[in-house]
C-alpha cells in the first residue's frame, strides 16, 4: 500500500513553531501599572476595559506596540536608526510572542495647513497620475497637478570639466508644478485689517500701534523713533503714500539707532514671520486674540479656493478637472472612476477605485478628498488612517487600535465592528482600547483593568469571555447592560437662540431656533452635519464657550497644575506665608534645581539608542533647590503639594493655614469632572485622551459664558463615567446656563431636555433637520435612525 493510502498513520506532532499562539507580558510596571501579568491570543479579538486612566494605554500602547515597534526599529543599521524616532524598552520584565503591530490611534492628523484627506491617503497621488496619462491637454508630469510644487524655470552657465578641461556650457531647466501662484497652492489669502494693528489718528509716539509687543519705551518704540523713514510724531492718517508703505510693507533694511546696528522691518512682514507662521493654537492668548482679530482669510479669487494653478485646472477627463474631482464626495468620485473605461491605465484605476471604496465602506463616503486633514474629528481621522490597512494582504499583524467607534453613531458602530472581524479573520491579532458595549461585545477575549484610576488602578481585575465580564463583580461588568431611562419630565426653555440659513459644508440653508437654559443634544450620524451646525453658527457668537475634541498642547514639565493656573494661586500662597518671591516656587523658573533645570531627570542623548532618563541626585527627583523646599505651607513644601492627589489637594487648601480659595476653585471644577486621582505635578504627556480632554473642560468651565457647546464629552469616558459627567452637566443648566452637546451616546440621548437630529444619511445626504423634540417624542415617533437606536437602547 503507498503512503498516499495509509490509513493507520500516526497523526503528525505538533510543530514547535505552532506552540507560540500567546503574546505574554510579565511584570508591565508602564505609567501606573502594578507587576501586570497577562496572556493575549494570538489571532484573536481582544478588548481593553477599565475606566479612564486604570492603565489600558499603558499596558496597550506604552508596553506590547511600543515594544514591538521598537524591536523592529532595531533591525535597521544604526546609520538609518540615526533617522528614526528613538524609542526607550518599556518597564517590563518579559515580553514574549509579539508579532509586528501596526498603531491606529485618535490622534489627530497633522494640523498642516497643505495637508488634506486626499494627500494624507495617496488618494491624491493616483489622482495625479491619471491626470497626468488621460487629461485632455496634456501638460505635463503628475508634479503638474500637485498643488505643493511651484512651477520655477531658469537659465544660466556652469563650468564642466571634461579629460582634463575646464569648459563653460549654457544649461536650462524648468519644472511644471500645479501650485496655484498667488496663494502658494493654500487655497486662501491673508488681507490684513489694518484699524486692529494701529489707531490712524494717533502717533507712533502716542502709542498707535495695537499690536502685542509693540510698545513705545521698547525696542520697537527705539527702531521706529530712530528709522527715518517717517515722522514718528505725525499722526498716521497724515503719512505720504510712501511713508505708510515703509511703515507697513517695507523689507528689512539695516539701520543705525543711537550708534547701534538694527534691522528695520515693516510691520506685515514682521507680524507675518513672528505670528502667523506660527500653529495660532501653539501662540499665547493675548497675540491669538490679536491673530484672529487682524487677519481675515478669503478664498484665493484667482484659483477659487483650489490651490491649483489655471494650467492644471485646464485640463479634463471626461469634463472634469482634478480639482472638480477631489471637491466630489468620494462616494460620488468612486463612482465616476469606475465609469472610466481606459485598458492603459486599469490597474491604477483598480488601486484607486479599491481606496476610495474602502473610505465608502468605512462610513467616511461624506468625506471630499480636498477636505484638510487637520479638520477631521478624532474619530474620522482614525478611520482614515484604517484605510491603507483594510486591502492590506499581510496577516498575521497586530493591529491596536484606541477606541475606533469615536465618533460613529450608533448605527455604523455595527459596520466598524465587521471591519474588526475582517482584520481578525485574516489571520491578524486585534487589540482594541473600547469603552462602548456594542464594541465589547464581539471580543474573543477581554482584559479589564482597574479598579480605579491613576493610583487606584492599574491591575488586570478580569481575564476571559464577555459573558465571563458580564458576570464578575468588576466596575466595567457591573456597568456593562447600564441603560439609560428617558426623564419623566423636562425643563422649560427660557428662550431661544435663531440660527437661520446655515448652510456651511453640507448644510441645505437650515433655519432652527435653540432651546436655552435646558440641556440640548445635537444627533444624527457621522457627517450629517452636526458640528458644522453647532460650530458654525453657534459657536463664536459672544457668550459662547465651546470646548471641542482638539488636543492640549503640552510638553512633559506642564502638568494639571500649570495648565489650568492653578499653580499661580499656589505660588502666591507658598510666597505670602515665607516671604518671598513666587517664582521661587516654580520649577520653571528661579526655584528650578541647577543641577536638572528643573525636569527631576537628566536625559542622556545615546544617538540611535534609546535615550537614558535618570533620577536628578542633586534635587532627588523633586525638580526644585534645596533652599525653596525649606519653605513650608500648612506643614508641607512645594514638592510634597505636586505630590498630592487633586481630592487630597482639594481638602489640604480648603481649610487651616493652607486655606487658598482662588486654588481651592480650580480643584473642585477638577474633582466636578471626575480627576480626582490625579496628581498636581502629573506630567501631561502621560495623560489618557479621555482625561486630556476633561481636564480642558475644567479649564473652559471657568469662562463667563452663558452658553456652553460641548463636542461629544463622553470620549474616552468608562460607562460608570458617564452617569457623573451627566451629573455635571445637570449642574451647569442649574446654575442658570444653557448646555449644548454633540453627542452619539444614548445615555445622553436620554438625558436630554431637547434633542436636534440631523439626517437623514451622511454628506449630501444629510444636512437637514429630521427631528426636534424631547427624547420621549424620538422614541415614540422612530422617524429616525438616531430614534430607533435610542428606542432600542431604553426598551433593552
Known amino acids: 500500500m503507498s503512503l498516499a493510502t495509509r490509513t493507520d498513520r500516526q497523526p503528525p506532532a505538533p510543530h514547535a513553531a505552532d506552540s507560540h499562539d500567546l503574546i505574554r507580558v510579565h511584570g508591565a510596571r508602564e505609567n501606573n501599572l502594578k507587576d501586570v501579568n497577562v496572556e493575549i491570543p494570538k489571532r484573536r479579538l481582544t478588548v481593553f476595559t477599565g475606566v479612564s486612566g486604570s492603565g489600558k494605554s499603558s499596558l496597550v500602547f506604552g508596553t506590547i506596540a511600543a515594544e514591538s515597534q521598537r524591536m523592529i526599529n532595531e533591525t535597521y543599521s544604526a546609520f538609518v536608526q540615526g533617522f528614526m524616532p528613538t524609542l526607550a524598552r518599556p518597564d517590563v520584565d518579559v515580553l514574549d510572542g509579539l508579532t509586528t503591530a501596526i498603531i491606529v490611534d485618535q490622534e489627530r492628523m497633522g494640523g498642516n495647513a497643505r495637508s488634506t484627506v486626499g494627500t494624507a491617503t495617496d488618494a491624491n497621488a493616483m489622482l495625479r497620475i491619471l491626470f497626468s496619462r488621460l487629461g485632455q491637454p496634456h501638460i505635463g508630469s503628475p508634479q503638474a497637478f500637485s498643488f505643493n510644487v511651484a512651477s520655477i524655470s531658469g537659465a544660466g552657465a556652469v563650468t564642466v570639466e571634461r579629460s582634463g578641461k575646464t569648459t563653460k556650457e549654457r544649461r536650462s531647466f524648468s519644472i511644471t508644478g500645479g501650485m496655484c501662484p498667488r496663494c502658494e497652492g493654500m487655497g486662501r489669502v491673508s488681507d490684513f485689517d489694518l484699524s486692529a494693528m494701529y489707531d490712524d489718528s494717533k502717533s507712533l509716539n502716542e502709542g498707535a500701534l495695537t499690536i502685542p509687543g509693540y510698545s513705545t519705551d521698547g525696542w520697537y518704540g527705539r527702531i521706529f523713533s530712530g528709522c527715518g523713514f517717517f515722522d514718528p510724531d505725525k499722526p498716521i492718517r497724515k503719512f505720504t503714500k510712501k511713508e505708510l508703505n515703509d511703515l507697513l510693507h517695507k523689507e528689512p533694511t539695516k539701520i543705525k539707532v543711537d550708534g547701534i546696528n538694527l534691522t528695520y522691518e515693516g510691520l506685515i512682514p514682521k507680524i507675518q514671520k513672528s505670528m502667523l507662521s506660527k500653529d495660532i493654537d501653539a501662540l499665547q492668548p493675548h497675540i491669538r486674540a490679536f491673530v484672529e482679530r487682524v487677519v481675515t482669510f478669503t478664498a484665493c479669487p484667482d484659483c477659487g ?187 422649560t426653555p427660557s428662550g431661544t437662540l435663531q440660527v437661520r440659513g446655515a448652510d456651511t459644508h453640507n448644510l441645505r440653508d437650515v433655519d432652527v ?184 473642560l475644567a479649564t473652559q468651565m471657568r469662562d463667563k459664558g452663558s452658553v456652553y457647546v460641548l463636542d461629544e464629552p463622553t470620549t474616552g469616558l468608562h460607562l460608570a463615567d458617564v452617569e457623573q459627567l451627566l451629573g455635571l452637566l445637570d449642574r451647569l443648566v442649574e446654575s442658570g446656563r444653557s448646555v449644548i452637546v454633540i453627542e452619539h451616546h444614548q445615555a445622553v440621548m436620554a438625558h436630554a431636555d431637547w434633542i436636534i437630529d440631523l439626517g437623514p444619511g451622511a454628506g449630501h445626504d444629510g444636512g437637514r433637520i429630521v427631528f426636534e423634540g424631547t427624547p420621549a417624542d424620538l422614541v415614540a415617533a422612530r422617524s429616525t435612525l438616531t430614534g430607533e437606536h435610542l428606542a432600542a437602547y431604553v426598551e433593552g
Not at 468612486?334 to 473605461?341: I, K, P, S, T
Not at 479599491?354 to 467616511?364: K, M, N, Q, R
Not at 465587521?418 to 473600547?434: A, P
Not at 482597574?450 to 458580564?470: D, K, M, N, W, Y
Open 305 to 491: 479656493g483650489t490651490r491649483l494653478s489655471e494650467a492644471a485646472r485646464s485640463s479634463k477627463i471626461a469634463g472634469i478637472n482634478i480639482a472638480d474631482a477631489c471637491a466630489m464626495q468620494i462616494s460620488d468620485l468612486a463612482a465616476w472612476v469606475r465609469g472610466l473605461d481606459e485598458p492603459s491605465v486599469a490597474p491604477l484605476l483598480a488601486s484607486l477605485g479599491h481606496t476610495l471604496d474602502s473610505f465608502v465602506e468605512i462610513g467616511l463616503g461624506y468625506l471630499s478628498l480636498d477636505r484638510p486633514s487637520g479638520t477631521l474629528s478624532g474619530g474620522e481621522a482614525q478611520r482614515t488612517k484604517m484605510i491603507r490597512h483594510l486591502g492590506s494582504s499581510l496577516t498575521d499583524v497586530t493591529y491596536v487600535f484606541d477606541e475606533p467607534t469615536i465618533g460613529l453613531h450608533p448605527h455604523d458602530i455595527q459596520r466598524m465592528n465587521d471591519l474588526l472581524l475582517q482584520l481578525r479573520d485574516k489571520g491578524n491579532t486585534v487589540l482594541v482600547v473600547e469603552h462602548k458595549p456594542e464594541a465589547i461585545a464581539i471580543a474573543d477575549h477581554v482584559v479589564d483593568l482597574g479598579p480605579g484610576a491613576g493610583s487606584g488602578g492599574g491591575q488586570v481585575v478580569f481575564e476571559g469571555t464577555v459573558e465571563g465580564l458580564r458576570a464578575s463583580d468588576t466596575v466595567t461588568g457591573r456597568h456593562l447592560d447600564d441603560r439609560a431611562t428617558l426623564k419623566p419630565s423636562v425643563r
Open 513 to 696: 431656533d435653540i432651546p436655552l437654559g435646558v440641556l440640548v443634544v445635537v444627533t444624527g450620524v457621522a457627517g450629517s452635519g452636526k458640528s458644522s451646525l453647532i460650530h458654525g453658527s453657534v459657536s463664536g457668537r459672544e457668550g459662547v464657550v465651546s470646548i471641542d475634541q482638539s488636543a492640549i498642547r503640552g510638553s512633559r514639565r506642564s502638568n494639571p497644575a500649570t495648565y489650568t493656573g492653578l499653580l499661580d494661586p499656589i505660588r502666591k500662597a507658598f510666597a505670602k506665608a515665607n516671604g518671598v518671591k513666587p517664582a521661587l516656587f516654580s520649577a520653571n523658573s528661579e526655584g528650578a534645581c541647577p543641577g536638572c533645570n528643573g525636569a527631576g531627570v537628566i536625559y542622556t542623548d545615546l544617538a540611535m539608542m534609546a535615550g537614558v532618563a535618570t533620577v536628578c541626585e542633586e534635587c532627588e527627583g523633586k525638580r526644585f533647590q534645596a533652599s525653596v523646599l525649606e519653605y513650608h505651607l500648612g506643614g508641607r513644601d512645594i514638592s510634597e503639594v505636586l505630590a498630592m492627589s487633586v481630592a487630597e489637594a482639594e481638602r489640604f487648601f480648603a481649610e487651616g493655614e493652607a486655606r487658598t480659595p482662588a486654588a481651592h476653585q480650580i480643584l473642585d471644577r477638577l474633582a466636578d469632572v471626575g480627576l480626582g486621582y490625579l496628581t498636581l505635578g502629573q506630567p501631561l504627556t502621560t495623560l489618557s485622551g479621555g482625561e486630556r480632554q476633561r481636564l480642558k
